[in-house]
C-alpha cells in the first residue's frame, strides 16, 4: 500500500519562497509519475505541476510557470515543490500525488489519472 505524506506548508507573506515535500514509500517510487495539485477554497482541486519517473520531464499550470519548481530524488523517495513570489491567490491545500503510466505519456495533468494522494498541506498567504 502506498503512503504519501506532504509536508512543509505554512502561513507566509507575499512574495516569500517555500518548499513543499512529499515523502513517498510502500512501492517502487520511480514507477511512478508524481504530480503537484492544490485546491483553495470554494473551488475545485487543479493541477500545478508534474514530473516523470526520471525527472527529466516537467509541466506546469500556466498560473504557476515560472514561479514554481517540480523536482524529484528517487533515491529518497521524495518529491518537492519549490515555490516563489509567493501570491495570496497560491493559498490553497496542496497535494502531492502518484500516477503508474498507461501509455507513453510521461505524467498527467488530469487528476483522476492519479492513483495514490497524500493528506495535504496548507498553504497560506498574506497579503
Known amino acids: 500500500q502506498v503512503h504519501m505524506v506532504e509536508s512543509g506548508g505554512g502561513l507566509v507573506q507575499a512574495g516569500a519562497s517555500l518548499t513543499l515535500s512529499c515523502a513517498f514509500a510502500g512501492r517502487t517510487f520511480d514507477s511512478y509519475y508524481m504530480g503537484w495539485f492544490r485546491q483553495a477554497p470554494g473551488k475545485e482541486r487543479e493541477f500545478v505541476a508534474a514530473?516523470?519517473?526520471?525527472?527529466?520531464?516537467?509541466t506546469y499550470a500556466d498560473s504557476v510557470k515560472g514561479r514554481f519548481t517540480i523536482s524529484r530524488d528517487n533515491a529518497k523517495n521524495t518529491v518537492a515543490l519549490q515555490i516563489h513570489s509567493l501570491k495570496p491567490e497560491d493559498t490553497a491545500v496542496y497535494y502531492c500525488a502518484a500516477g503508474f503510466p498507461r501509455g507513453l505519456a510521461p505524467y498527467s495533468i488530469f487528476s483522476y489519472e492519479y492513483h495514490y494522494w497524500g493528506q495535504g498541506t496548507q498553504v497560506t498567504v498574506s497579503s
Open positions: 514530473i516523470g519517473r526520471r525527472g527529466t520531464r516537467t
